[in-house]
């Protein structure tokens, strides 16, 4: 696990291929509450070390930023360890999505995810993936973009104050 901010932490799941690198990262933000972006593959260590990973703080929800097998099967054995709600843009999606998944709670475009110590805006964000989110964290002004950016990509976030020095 690696700290990343006062409120998020990085764990890289233990699937290295060329698609993901040295693995998917999976993000756990907020400190009493906390939402895990992206738990990866349905691995039991893995899941076992997000668990461990949030000290006994309550995991609320499972985001997923799409629903590829590298990024979204964690989400169903995490969710049922920890009640946590699985969080995606849709209920289905046969070309790009995996079939075992079911979110708990459909969210899109714009959507707002408010809990005590953090806020996590949605954004739509189609073109890897056709239920493909993005996860701004404000308090940070950090985007979670999942594999939407890759390597050769070049994307530019304005800062919510709009000054970019």
């Known amino acids: 696990m690696i700290r990343l901010s006062p409120l998020v932490r ?24 906390v939402a895990v972006i992206d ?15 949030v000290e006994g703080a309550r995991i609320r929800w499972v985001l ?3 629903t590829h097998r590298d990024h979204a099967p964690g989400a169903v054995p ?19 999505g995996h079939p075992h998944i079911t979110p708990d709670r459909t969210i ?10 953090f806020t996590l805006e949605v954004l739509y964000t189609p073109g890897h993936a056709s239920d493909h989110l993005c ?4 308090e940070e002004a950090a985007l979670y973009a999942g594999d939407l950016i890759i390597s050769g990509s070049t994307v530019v976030i304005s800062p919510p104050d709009g000054d970019m020095a």
């Open 10 to 33: 990085r764990i890289t799941a233990p699937n290295p291929s060329i698609m993901t690198g040295a693995g998917t990262n999976t993000y756990l933000v907020g400190t009493n509450e």
């Open 39 to 53: 738990p990866g593959p349905n691995d039991p260590q893995h899941v076992a070390a997000l668990i461990q990973a």
């Open 64 to 66: 997923l930023t799409h």
């Open 78 to 96: 995490l969710a049922r360890e920890t009640g946590a709600q699985i969080l995606a843009f849709s209920r289905s999606h046969p070309h790009t």
């Open 108 to 117: 899109g475009d714009g959507d707002v995810l408010a809990t005590i110590g």
């Open 135 to 138: 996860f701004f964290l404000r």
